[in-house]
């Protein structure tokens, strides 16, 4: 295992790069630009003007000189300033990051407690009522846009029963609260949002949770333990239970992206301050650096979900013999 741990370590740099080398190029192909953002605020800039923004920007430069620069100051976590208030953007991510983590960690966990169960006993009960019931469920909730079930909860949750706020994750009067009022306000500006984010992706994870768990409970030592009069609890709960979770560490590494991307679009109906409406609002300003630092983030986040998936299938699978 270590020697493919070790070959699988050392693609992460070129990945990385080719990542970051398509993204920078495709970032230059794309319309308008930070300078069109600033001068279209005052109509009155001049041609003068905005060639010396772009040159203060350091955009006059050649595409590979810039990327070459870029690469150097990523290389040392330095990200520039955003192009947009001219802070750094380092701090404009570790601002938005703690929202973004909690929002997604308790989403995950809400959508492993219900797919869990949901797919097992599907598996348990195949072809059941409840099966097909669940069937028809996951799949209106998989077809379901993400967008539409958010703005449904806020219309009934928020504006026809009053009951929870519909953006933000704190209220006007966060400050002037007593500590257990701070918490138990942020609690109710998550519900709606974790609700979408956990039920949107409950019904992949069901479907994939009902497979494994079916691929199991056909195999011979399912069926000698059932033969040897092993309690249902035991059979299902331990033997058949513990084998159908090992292919689900595969979406261990490919949740851990989510962690930081967020969801863009949940984020901005919401107005949740994350790390996915931060990054909509730099793709809508044209913040280069702003997007780029986000780009490699995830990417580099996902390159490492990939490789911890790897390691943690090889850890809890003793057949398994990478060659």
Do not use: C
Not at 31 to 41: C, K, L, N, W, Y
Not at 202 to 221: K, T
Request: charged share 15%.
């Amino acid at each position: 295992m270590i020697p493919f741990l070790l070959r699988r370590s050392l693609h992460l740099i070129p990945t990385l790069i080719g990542i970051s080398l398509i993204s920078f190029f495709l970032m230059q192909l794309a319309p308008g630009g930070p300078v069109d953002q600033i001068a279209d605020m005052n109509p009155h800039v001049t041609p003068e003007a905005k060639a010396r923004i772009r040159s203060d920007l350091g955009l006059d430069r050649p595409i590979p000189a810039q990327y070459v620069s870029w690469v150097k100051r990523m290389a040392f976590l330095d990200f520039g300033t955003s192009f947009t208030d001219g802070r750094p953007v380092i701090r404009k991510i570790s601002e938005r990051l703690p929202a973004t983590i909690l929002l997604n960690i308790l989403s995950i966990g809400l959508m492993i407690l219900l797919a869990l169960p949901i797919g097992w006993l599907s598996a348990i009960r195949a072809n059941s009522l409840f099966d097909k019931a669940m069937t028809v469920l996951v799949f209106v909730g998989f077809s379901m846009p993400t967008y539409a079930l958010a703005l449904w909860l806020m219309i009934l949750f928020g504006l026809n029963l009053g009951w929870l706020p519909i953006s933000g994750w704190s209220s006007l009067n966060f400050i002037e609260v007593p500590l257990w009022r701070k918490a138990l306000d942020i609690a109710q500006h998550l519900i709606m949002p974790t609700l979408v984010l956990g039920l949107t992706s409950l019904a992949g994870l069901s479907r994939y949770a009902r497979n494994s768990l079916l691929e199991v409970i056909h195999q011979d030592y399912i069926r000698a333990a059932r033969a040897k009069g092993l309690s249902f609890r035991r059979v299902y709960g331990v033997h058949a239970a513990r084998n159908a979770l090992i292919p689900m560490v595969t979406l261990v590494g490919l949740m851990l992206p989510d962690i930081i991307g967020g969801g863009v679009i949940i984020e901005t109906i919401f107005a949740y301050p994350g790390i996915g409406r931060l990054g909509y609002e730099a793709i809508m300003t044209r913040d280069y650096n702003l997007i780029m630092a986000l780009t490699v983030i995830s990417a580099a986040l996902t390159v490492l979900g990939n490789f911890l998936a790897d390691a943690l299938y090889a850890y809890a699978d003793p057949r398994i013999r990478y060659k």
